[in-house]
């Protein structure tokens, strides 16, 4: 057996073993639990409406928003210059932050907000959303309009300039060049996008149980949560809104994936050339401008923490309960980045392998992705009752947390690393061989200096993303095991709103100042290569 | 020290047919693969690189047999089709890289890779990144990178297609020079009658009978036509 095949079967078991017990036992031990009477009670029924209700208005609003704001900084990036390029980078780098910012944080944001005393109320505006659907329909709007975007802007940025030129020779209109070139190259970047919002809102879970205020807004996520950790522990009711919920988050994916199969174009993905200021947009000097406004508006709720922490700073326990919270946020990041990073690696080698069938590799590999679509409570619920003889919530555990975690980003880094797999570098790998490297020093000079970066990358995003998760440690929780998000929410369920926000702040620094670096950090890598 | 590189007995099926050969070329020798496209020509150069592995016969240089050799092991260089340069390092750093695997202090690699950029008259960009060069200077570096591990056996697979024909005569001399400087049996694949007519002394042919099911490369007895 060769060095090459040997790895590539230790990643296999890897890979099998963390499908079968991360995903595999949960998703089954829930389905095992589940009984018609109660997965059809009215009470669980309603909840289904209220969380479709919620994530479908949240979703169409931030798609709405998200294909025009897409174009927008595509085109902001694609006037001429390398003052352009820079922009669109930093654009970029501006839609990618609102999304990884901490539900808590988001949440108390939004209570600051639109809150009884809040922002609005004290500007004249009467609006009071506070424990409303409509303030869990903004918050995740804000979220999710700029993610949407990010991704149409993406794939808009790929479409060679070339063809621009031609259809304007050929006397195409703005209206016709959106028509001809840029939809049928972005839209399914964006109806995943859109479906990833999608099953983001059915998922949330944070944002829902503080803006939401409990009983007024529940839905299947929440209801998880109440089901096992307040009252009487009832676990069918929870498996079984555990079972809709999984079958909400993953239909959208299923059909998303399904037509866009059946797409002829769908494999049409030129290499990124950045086209020149042509496009619905035209070319215009100030779009950049524009471009920057418009994405920094969806960062601007998340900055009204800064004044609030400011002036509470004294009253927030630091030594006494939030920096132990830090160290306990800080070691689960960085294990599950760990071995989010080591699985995903592990996978992308496991499917590399050129006996597969191409065909199977692709539905494999989209398998692989579907794991993103089960929510924290969801697969905890499940580890639990596959797992409950080792693992009992009510005892904490940080391992539960990990493997959790684990499934939950797994996705991200697969999507990071999967098209750098696909990229053909054999004959590379050969020259190096032909001037004399091993296969494993072969592999370290080339292929490495090409994966590090993307590594580093994933490492960090998963970290700062697990570092803001709350719903996972919310299941695994106990006295000594408590992260500086479910601190937040602790804090404002206990209506300690100004301690909140300056943890919340924060939180807030800690992961999007980790997601700005990884921004940084690829472009200056991008800039010098 | 040069050897000559036999190609004994070699039967390598391929889907629905089978490449035979059966040649040697001689220290100082230029062969060139002839032949339709999709013939084989590459997989043969391929075999004899230890890329592939031959089926069926050996392959020797001199009185050394290397089929089971490991490509890393054999010290032949290649030119590959598309250069294959290493996009992550410098001009320098793609010259020397087969000294470097080869343990060779980074001093003195550095001087043997500058003076082989010096050859290729491309010492000006020896700091530059590769995809900053031309299609003609990123030949020439494929070549000092294939040469400057002084290898026992040159291949070259279409060096010189999507050149222009200025380039092509500039990197022919080039080749010439070189190959003159260090006279290792070298196998070429090419399409034109140019390289051909300049470049090769010994032309080897492949020949399909069964209806292409059978494609045999061999050396007719005493062919060269001048060294």
Redesign the interface.
Known sequence: MSLTSGFRWVATIWTLFFGAVCVGAPVSALFSRLHGGTLFDPDILSLVRVTVTQAGASAMIAAVIGLPLGLLIAAGGAAAGARSARAFFFNEMLLAIPFSVPTAVAASSWVLILGRNGWLARLGIPLDWSYSLKAVITAHVFFNAPWIALWVAQARDRIPEGRFEAALTLGASAFSRFRFLEWPAVKWSFFAAATQAFSFCVMSFALVLILGGGPPVQTLETAVYSRLRFGTLDVGGAAACAAWELLVTLLPWAAVLFFQARDPGRGARPARERARGVGSFGARSWLPGVAFFAAAVFLLPYLAIFPASWRSIDIVPWSKEVLPAVAVSVKIAVTSAFFVVLTALAAVMSLSSPRLHPAVTTALASLASLSGGISALVLGLGFWLAFGRWVDPFEGSFAAIVAIQLALFFNVAFRIFWPLAQEPRR??L?????????PA??FF??EW??WRSSVAGAFALVAAASIGEVAAVSLFYSEKLVPLPLLIVRWSAQYRFEAAQSASALLFVLSSGTVASVFISFHWRGAR? | MTETLFVRGLRKPIADWVLTADFEVGPGERAAILGRSGIGKTTLLRIIAGLEPPGAGSIWLGKEDITNLPAERRRIGFVFQDQALFPTMNVLENVVFGLRMAGVPRAEREKTGLEWLERVRLSKHARARVATLSGGEAQRVAFARAWVMRPRVLLLDEPFSSLDEEIRGELRQILREAHAAWPVPMLMVSHDAKDIDELVTVPLRFQEEQGGSMRSVFRFLGESRRS
């Open positions: 004959n590379l050969e020259a190096a061989a032909t001037l004399g490297a091993d020093r072969a000079e080339i200096p090409r290569d």
